[in-house]
Every structure is written in C-alpha cells, then in structure tokens.
C-alpha cells in the first residue's frame, strides 16, 4: 500500500488543522492506522492510532484532548484533526499502516510509512 499524508502547514497557536493520509489498494479497511511526528533534532514519537475497524484509538497525552483520528474506509482515507495547537506540536507528520489490523505506538509495528507532512505552529 502506498500513503499519501497532507493539510500540514502553518497556522498560529490556537489554531486548527486537518491532516489528511490517503492510502493505494483495495485493502485499506484490513490495516491498522497510526500518525507519528518527529520534531528537529527528536526521534520520531506515537501521536495516535486507530484499529481498522474504527472502534478503538489511542492517543498519546501530549495530545489527548485536542486530536481526533479517524478513518473513511469508502475513501481509504485516516484523518487527525488537530486543535488548540501549541508551538510544540511543530513537527513532520507522517502516518502509517500496519498489516492484519496492526496498530500499535510502537513504530516498528508498522509496515508502510507516508511521506510527511510539515506542521508548524507559531507562537
């Protein structure tokens, strides 16, 4: 499968933004979603998850509260929305599909990776 993540961009503290991962093939519904980001000079770090039935997510604190992921099996396509952003959620997002409903934090889970998109959130 292949990821296409976009709607990153620049937007002030406070605001919203709308990440979109849009996925290849026929068998998005079979895979486990999961977006990650990585700041300058940081590892790569779990924001949030979902299974691939939709029923079950997972954040991670940092973010609890503010994002929202969710997924659109008819348009293969897994969302974060993001709000109240803060200058610490500046990042490159990137979301991930695990095989046979795998999703978890850990990103060797993972089997497919999208490209990143930059968020940046500014003071």
């Known amino acids: 499968v292949q990821l296409q993540a976009s709607g990153g961009g620049l937007v002030q503290a406070g605001g919203s933004l709308r990440l979109s991962c849009a996925a290849s093939?026929?068998?998005?519904?079979?895979?486990?979603m999961g977006w990650f980001r990585q700041a300058p000079g940081k590892e790569r770090a779990f924001v949030a998850r979902i299974s691939r039935s939709g029923g079950n997510t997972d954040y991670a604190d940092s973010v609890k509260g503010r994002f929202t992921i969710s997924r659109d099996d008819a348009r293969n396509t897994v969302y974060l929305q993001m709000n109240s952003l803060k200058p610490e959620d500046t990042a490159v997002y990137y979301c991930?599909?695990?095989?046979?409903?795998?999703?978890?934090?850990?990103?060797?889970?993972?089997?497919?990776w999208g490209q990143g998109t930059q968020v940046t959130v500014s003071s």
């Open positions: 093939g026929r068998t998005f519904s079979s895979y486990g």
């Open positions: 991930a599909a695990g095989r046979d409903g795998v999703s978890s934090r850990w990103s060797r889970s993972y089997n497919y």
